[in-house]
């Protein structure tokens, strides 16, 4: 899966820096080009030479040591990979990635390229769980970089735990099953709607629901690491739209309606996971209403059903629609699956501990119109992304697994 790869390996000033050589020698062997960029510290555990040797490139340490006149280096070098991997990672690269800051070769080449990154952290035990790390690991996440976690083990700070640099051979391995990941939705379109909507009585008040847009937000970063061209119909939430991917923003069902039609008839395989209002107020009111003694009631009205109307204009769309149930979740999703003219359902049960709304994690009941039903249990809504992508994408293969 490597081979005629180009990637770009930066490596960042920690002892596990030696770690890298043998990486660099593991990713020529398996077929990649390597090119090697070293921040100032780097060069403190390991010389430039090494590299240089085992990639048979150049190494890159200095942004302002342009060889050729006819190129800027850090966005040729940008431009030339298919992927980058930090091995390892500091925890002062990791900041600096999280926060924009380039002040080296390394970090901005990071900032001009368009290609995955991956991230394969190594450091000290408590600094790896330093609340400032894990926020800014936080931050990559939800920007859809990816993570190749360091094992437990020996340091060299003397600690025991979490912070040692994965193994190289496992980081090769991690990348091929991603480079392999990444054709699954190769050449494919994808449009994903996520979150609530809001619908204004007044210029100061809505009606709304706690959908926090995560499922939404998680399908389209996992769509993107397999090789889609994704598009996300987003109500108002408070996430950061997943690098390379298309965010549209919305705010009312009628709206979110509106963009829905008007990508869908270019899209292979459509999610529709926001959580839209079923019901808006009938009025409008244009200045804020005041308030009188006694009750009020709102008269509301039926929004439009956006997924019912994509299933009756569906061609060639692979089209998956989410429910929300507390009981008999089969019965109900292919009820609705049918109703909707849907390929396929994810029921969530939203009673079972540690799902639903504002969670990390979902319970869930896979349904096709194939026929098929799977339960994927308590797990976290990246990993429910992946599975859900995976099961559309054979199925649109036509492969039965
Ligand atoms: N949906 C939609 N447009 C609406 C309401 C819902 O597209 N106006 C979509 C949601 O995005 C979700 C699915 O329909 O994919 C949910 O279906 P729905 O029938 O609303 O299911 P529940 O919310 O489970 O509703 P109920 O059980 O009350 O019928």
């Known amino acids: 899966m490597l081979t005629g790869k180009k990637i770009v390996l930066g490596v960042s000033g920690g002892i596990a820096a030696y770690k890298a050589a043998a990486l660099t020698s593991k990713l020529v062997q398996a077929g990649a080009e390597v090119k090697v960029i070293m921040t100032p510290s780097a060069k403190k555990f390991v010389a430039p030479t090494t590299f240089q040797a085992l990639s048979r490139q150049p190494v890159y340490t200095d942004t302002f040591d342009e060889q050729d006149p006819s190129q800027i280096q850090h966005i040729d070098v940008a431009d030339w990979a298919d ?87 496992t980081i090769v391995e991690v990348l091929e099953n991603e480079m392999r990941k990444s054709q699954l939705l190769s050449g494919k379109k994808v449009l994903i709607s996520a979150g609530p909507t809001q619908e204004k009585i007044d210029p100061v008040r809505y009606f709304t629901n706690p959908s926090t847009g995560k499922m ?24 950061d739209t997943p690098q390379g991917v298309k965010r549209v923003d919305v705010t009312t069902a009628e709206e979110m309606y509106e963009e829905m039609l008007r990508h869908f008839h270019d899209h292979d395989l459509v999610i529709k996971s926001a959580a839209v209002a079923d019901y808006r107020p ?38 998956v629609g989410f429910a929300a149930e ?8 292919r ?34 119109k194939s026929g098929k039903s799977e339960t994927f249990p308590l797990m976290s809504k990246d990993e ?13 293969s036509g492969d039965d697994v």
């Not at 925890?91 to 001009?112: E, R, S, V, Y």
């Not at 992946?386 to 054979?394: G, H, N």
């Open 335 to 368: 009820q609705k699956l049918e109703k909707k003219n849907l390929n396929a359902v994810v029921v969530n049960d939203v009673s079972a501990e540690g799902a639903g709304f504002g969670h990390d994690t979902n319970v869930s009941l896979w349904i096709t």
């Open 216 to 239: 939404g937000y998680a399908l389209a970063r996992q769509a993107k690491a397999l090789g889609a061209d994704v598009t996300l119909v987003s109500g108002p939430v408070h996430l």
């Open 83 to 169: 992927l980058v991997l930090l091995a390892p990672a500091t925890a002062n690269l990791i900041g600096k990635l999280a926060n924009g800051l380039a002040d080296d070769m390394l970090t901005t080449t990071l900032l001009a390229t368009e290609a995955p990154v991956y991230i394969a952290p190594a450091m000290n035990v408590h600094m790896y769980s330093h609340p400032a790390v894990l926020k800014n690991m936080h931050q990559l996440d939800e920007w859809g970089f990816r993570f190749i976690e360091p094992g437990e083990g020996y340091l060299a700070c003397g600690y025991v735990g979490k912070g040692r640099l994965e193994e190289p051979l």
């Open 282 to 319: 009938k009025v409008t009111y244009d200045h804020k209403m005041k308030k009188s003694p006694g009750d009020y009631a709102v008269e509301m009205e039926r929004t439009k059903d956006i997924l019912a109307e994509l299933g009756a204009r569906k061609e060639h769309q692979y089209l």
């Open 384 to 396: 429910l992304a992946e599975r859900i992508l995976k099961r559309a994408a054979e199925e649109m």
């Open 326 to 333: 507390t009981q008999d979740m089969e019965e109900y999703g």
